[in-house]
């Protein structure tokens, strides 16, 4: 995967450097075999010559197993690529087109494909550091009980919210001389991660021989406190995306985190279909039942609290939550309102009295960006605040305050926790996603179109790139087929099995019959999220037909 991407990268650039309507002239200049000429940048409207570049799927911050350009069992490397064949209004230019075959592409194949004209320092530092990180996060991580890892020095703000480079941390050399460019130079600025002394830990690399040492995050449950703007969030949003390998340079690299982390949001209107959300939500109006819930417009306590079980059900063993983007009555209510509303009338368990339970009793640990509520206190493990972008331990500054207060109040029933629940398994019937009228679309990076049916993904924050969603749409269309054998399979066996085949046949097996560059590996969770978003009546019930 490794090779693959780093040849891919590398064939990106020179098509970005050829650019459109190039020919081998803009490769290598000194070939002088080119039977029809030099082609610069032309346009000339309707009537002028156009096409004749060379397109591949542009790669990201992230390392993930692409088709793009990939290596099979036998060492063979394989491209997928796209020539813009060219032509001039309704006219076929064929030179130009036997010019590209005979020349542009082997000698872009000559500069990419062959290992005497790739770098080989730079090569071997992209593999290694790659094997690194995944040690890092397959084997180091639960060798020490452990579920992160943030290293020293680790860059972790971004461009922006559309540019997910690293933000340049050297600060301008110009002197601000108003407001608003002060706080732009401010914001220029990021400040290299540090962990606390407290959970401070070096690991020995085994393929680069070097030492990290960064923040281990241990198993339990972790708050990330602060004030706002101070670096909780972005802290959080590297870990999420800490289960893919980075490029070196990112910033973010060896900042990984448990393969399995869900991030958990709530999401207003999603579908929620044939799920047992009993050990959040019961007792409803009416007496409708919670232990096999659906609805096509779920509220945001009742979405989060299906977003949790989900997860739970396909083997999430790390959540992530950030308090900006979750339903205020699902975190936490406060004994105030628990006085005035009865609790025989509120149908939702607080999730700060389910915390607790389901790291004991599942070993799934959390870590929570909480900004509002010191209740967390009593139920956590370990309290990290963020201070102007910098990381202190405060865990026995929090215990210290939840003694002082406990001596002083009653206990409080808000934090006090229960027993989880039970998790009920859910079964797919592979037909209930065939789509109905065969065609399948990606609409954007969060929204695919499958059988006249929208699927909103947008609340699966950790898919990034549309490459992926590509990958989600066909994974649904061969899982359709998984139980044509008359018997239906557990959401889990599905991804399981799915799992099985992408490690034995690659990604081909997605598209089988069809070259398609432009798929990128999403997890198993994610494509089991996409699968509970479908808006299909028995596409998940409870018990098998």
């Given amino acids: 995967m490794a090779l693959g991407d780093y040849i891919h990268r590398a064939f990106y650039a020179a098509c970005l450097k050829m650019g459109a309507h190039q020919t081998i002239t803009n490769i290598n200049t000194n070939n002088n075999n080119n039977t029809n000429g030099s082609y610069p940048n032309s346009g000339g409207g309707w009537s002028g010559p156009k096409g004749g570049d060379i397109t591949i799927s542009k790669p990201s911050q ?200 869900a991030k958990i949001r709530a999401e207003d209107g999603r579908a929620v279909t044939s799920v047992n959300i009993t050990p959040f939500i019961d007792n409803l109006p009416f007496g409708k039942s919670t232990l096999d819930f659906s609805t096509m417009d779920a509220s945001g306590s009742t979405s989060q609290a299906a977003n949790i079980i989900e997860a739970l059900e396909v083997g999430s063993k790390l959540l992530l939550i950030d308090e900006d983007t979750c339903a205020t009555n699902f975190m936490i209510r406060d004994e105030k309102m628990m006085r005035l509303v009865a609790p025989d009338k509120e149908p939702i368990t607080p999730f700060i009295r389910k915390v607790r339970s389901l790291y004991k009793e599942m070993n799934v640990s959390c870590i929570l960006v909480i900004g509002g509520s010191g209740d967390y206190f009593d139920v956590a493990d370990h309290v990290l605040v963020m201070d102007s972008y910098t990381c202190h331990d405060v865990t026995q500054k929090a215990k210290q305050i939840v003694n002082e207060m406990s001596s002083s109040l009653p206990p409080s029933a808000e934090s006090a926790s229960i027993p989880f629940g039970d998790i009920t398994p859910r079964y797919i019937h592979g037909s209930a996603l065939k789509p109905s009228n065969h065609k399948v679309k990606t609409l954007s990076q969060s929204k695919i179109a499958y059988g006249g049916i929208d699927i909103d993904i947008a609340g699966l924050e950790q898919v990034i790139s549309t490459y992926q969603t590509n990958f989600i749409s066909s994974a649904m269309q061969i899982i359709s087929s998984f139980s044509e054998d008359g018997k239906d399979m557990t959401l889990q066996q599905v991804v399981n099995k799915l799992e099985s085949i992408l490690d034995a046949d690659g990604l081909d097996a997605m598209t089988p019959g069809q070259f398609h560059g432009g798929l990128a590996r999403a997890r198993a969770l994610d494509v089991a999220g996409a699968i509970n978003r479908f808006r299909r009546d028995n596409a998940l019930r409870q018990r098998p037909l």
């Fill in 62 to 261: 992230h390392i993930i197993q692409q088709s793009a350009v990939n290596i099979n069992n036998n060492g063979d490397i394989i491209a997928q690529f796209t020539i813009n064949l060219p032509a001039r209004g309704r006219t076929i230019l064929g030179l130009r087109a036997v010019d590209i075959f005979q020349n542009s592409l082997p000698a872009l194949f000559q500069q990419l494909l062959l290992y005497t004209s790739l770098h080989a320092q730079k090569l071997q530092h992209h593999i290694l550091s790659i094997a690194d990180q995944q040690w890092l996060r397959n084997y180091a991580l639960p060798h020490k009980d452990l579920v992160a890892f943030i290293p020293n020095g680790a860059i972790l703000p971004r461009v922006s919210g559309v540019d997910d480079r690293p933000m340049n941390y050297h600060r301008p050399t110009n002197h601000a001389t108003t407001l608003e460019s002060a706080e732009s130079a401010a914001a220029a600025v990021a400040v290299p991660f540090r962990s606390p002394p407290q959970f401070e830990i070096t690991f020995h690399l085994p393929n680069t021989q070097t030492a990290i040492t960064g923040m281990g995050v241990p198993k339990g449950i972790t708050l990330l406190v602060g004030g706002g703007f101070h670096g909780k969030s972005t802290l959080l949003q590297a870990l999420q995306v800490g289960i893919y390998d980075k490029l070196p340079g990112d910033g973010r690299e060896f900042c990984v985190c448990h393969p399995t982390a």
